[in-house]
């Protein structure tokens, strides 16, 4: 049975392109073809002065995090289960498609990558002396080794359709060329490197992809902060 979200479901992102939270789910988004207004909430340390909070978000963020999603006059933060909240409210197109692996294959992975990717990619710009940084990308190293043997059962992460485990993913492929000035030293694996280059190519990669200024933003924000620290 599919489940359309009503007109008056109004969908909107508070999130920001930094954020690699933020940007998982408006990858889900675009993938999924949900229409949605993107209200840009900057993470604290990327607030201009004088930003403002908007009230909404300050009233229904749990946490005062990034992402959080309204539908409707409902609210939910945590992208991990915005990502299935979505999933809940509109069903169709699914990323969590039944028939592309075993069942929980796709959240399963999604919840590796967080578990495992995640804390070595911050570990390489949070890093703050070489070798935490080299640690970090060699752990970094060693999840694109597990993911690489994903992609020999299939084109996407999870089997035969792109699924939630591409929208984890995604943040990866969108600071990668940052990261790499930041220390990242691991090579893409082939099967890895073919699947970043399909699954950026979709609209919704091309979505959250980031502009040489973004990714120089980036890099320039965690050279300042490890400049900052070194100097403590
Ligand atoms: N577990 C959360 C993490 C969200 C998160 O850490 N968001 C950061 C920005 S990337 C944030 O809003 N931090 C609070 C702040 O900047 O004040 C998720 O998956 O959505």
Redesign the pocket.
């Known amino acids: 049975m599919s489940s359309v979200l009503a007109p008056e479901s109004e969908v909107a992102l508070f999130g ?1 392109w ?5 940007t ?2 408006e990858f889900a988004l675009v993938e999924r073809t949900i229409p949605f207004a993107l209200v840009d ?6 607030r201009p002065p004088g930003y403002v909070v908007p009230d909404e978000f300050v009233r229904h963020s749990p ?5 959080m999603v309204r539908v409707g006059d409902r609210y939910r ?6 990502l299935a909240w979505l999933e809940e409210v509109r069903n169709e197109p699914s990323l969590v498609p039944e028939g592309a692996g075993p069942a929980g294959l796709a959240w399963e992975r999604a919840g590796w990558l ?1 578990a495992n990717l995640y804390p070595a990619m911050i570990g390489i710009y949070y890093g703050t002396d070489d070798r935490l940084v080299a640690g970090a990308s060699d752990a970094l190293g060693d999840t694109l080794v597990e993911i690489d043997r994903w992609l020999g059962d299939g084109e996407w992460l999870a089997g035969e359709r792109i699924s939630v485990a591409e929208a984890v993913m995604v943040p990866f492929y969108v600071r990668r060329r940052g990261l790499e000035r930041l220390g990242l030293r691991a090579e893409l694996p082939d099967r890895v490197a073919r699947h970043e280059a399909a699954t950026m190519d979709r609209p919704a990669g091309r979505a959250v992809a980031w502009s040489g200024e973004q990714t120089e933003e980036f890099v320039g924000r965690f050279e300042r902060y490890r400049v900052s620290r070194r100097s403590r």
Do not use: Q
Request: charged letters at 20%; hydrophobic letters at 40%.
């Open positions: 920001h930094i954020c690699p939270f933020s998982r789910v909430v900057p993470p604290t340390a990327a946490r005062g995090e990034i992402p933060a945590d992208s991990l289960p915005i967080d």
